[in-house]
């Protein structure tokens, strides 16, 4: 009686224990309503830009992805997911390790009327290497049927950017203090962002 008593409080533990990792995975899955391919920018980095602009933590109160570089958006398709991955790192396998600077900031700045998007106040990213990637990505997905969602700026203009901070009309934007930001770190992977746990794609991998 005792053996089976622990039998079934173990598979009871074993029960419990999968149902709460489906849970959290499904909880993961839909945290966001995009997929994200983002390179994460360095603890170190982000530590010197909040000394000088604090109000950078608050950009996870309005997103709960990393600080990072936003390389693409794209619309979510779990039938695609694997084709997806493999398409990314076929892009990259090619691709260096390659350095990356963020100086200045700039604006994204929204109408009034346009409720579902904020104005944002984001820092420069210079690289000429990221502008390049992001083109070469977003055409290798776009071969396989996978839409790409253009949700700040022109769709036929890549502009890199680290967001600093959302604000809900241009006027609070314009009040933004002024922030003088100059750092810069070798880049050697992306991160896919959406799907559950991030995937991680490193330059020079192989399918």
Not at 26 to 42: A, H, M, R, W
Not at 54 to 60: A, L
Not at 178 to 193: F, G, P, Q, T
Request: charged letters at 30%; glycine letters at 4%; a negative charge.
């Amino acid at each position: 009686m005792t053996n089976n008593r622990a039998i079934e409080m173990h598979s009871l533990k074993h029960f419990i224990r999968e149902s709460l990792k489906k849970s959290y995975n499904s909880l993961l899955k839909d945290e966001f309503k995009d997929l994200g391919l983002f390179i994460t920018v360095p603890e170190v980095i982000i530590r010197e830009i909040e000394a000088v602009f604090p109000d950078i933590k608050k950009v996870h109160s309005e997103d709960e992805s990393p600080n990072h570089i936003t390389l693409l958006v794209i619309n979510k398709d779990y039938n695609k997911l694997d084709e997806i991955k493999e398409t990314i790192t076929k892009a990259l396998q090619t691709l260096e390790p390659f350095t990356c600077k963020i100086h200045g900031t700039g604006a994204f700045i929204h109408e009034e009327d346009d409720s579902d998007r904020k104005s944002v106040l984001y820092a420069k990213i210079v690289s000429e290497t990221l502008v390049q990637i992001h083109y070469k990505i977003r055409k290798a997905l776009e071969n396989i049927g996978v839409e790409i969602n253009h949700y700040y700026g022109d769709e036929n203009k890549y502009t890199p950017h680290m967001t600093l901070s959302y604000y809900d009309t241009a006027e609070e934007l314009e009040d933004a203090p002024e922030i003088k930001i100059d750092a810069s770190w070798l880049v050697d992977r992306v991160e896919l962002w959406g799907y559950g746990s991030p995937s991680l794609f490193r330059f020079g991998e192989t399918v």
